[in-house]
């Protein structure tokens, strides 16, 4: 799948990436990850420096078919570079680290946390 993203970028097309986070949020901290949730929406705005390579962001949780309490959140940037410079930044961040990083690993299951990268293919 590398050669076929390499083959496509060098022809000029741009081509979006999605970093898929999944993950299981622990059943009793469930009302502190939705009040987590606002207060990750607010601190966003405060760093845009964060946040100026993201194009969209989207979390969504399961319905049918997963774990209760299961979440999917989707980044999506312009190239995979712009996600790797995104994730470096916010992982080398003193306040990131301790002020949303810290914070949802306390309120996922250990062991649920999946990240992967999604590439068009076409």
Known sequence: MMTLYVQLAEGGECMTIFVVETY??????????AEF???YIEWTKKRPDL???LKSWKLFTHV???????YVEMSEFENLA?????LNMAMQDKEFMTE????IMALIVPGTLSMNIWMPVA
């Open 64 to 70: 049918i078919g997963g774990v209760w309490g299961g």
């Open 100 to 103: 949303i990083y810290q914070q």
């Open 82 to 86: 712009d996600a790797e410079k995104h």
């Open 24 to 33: 299981v949020v622990k059943p009793d901290k469930l009302g502190e990850f």
């Open 51 to 53: 946040y100026k390579d």
């Open 37 to 39: 949730g606002k207060k």
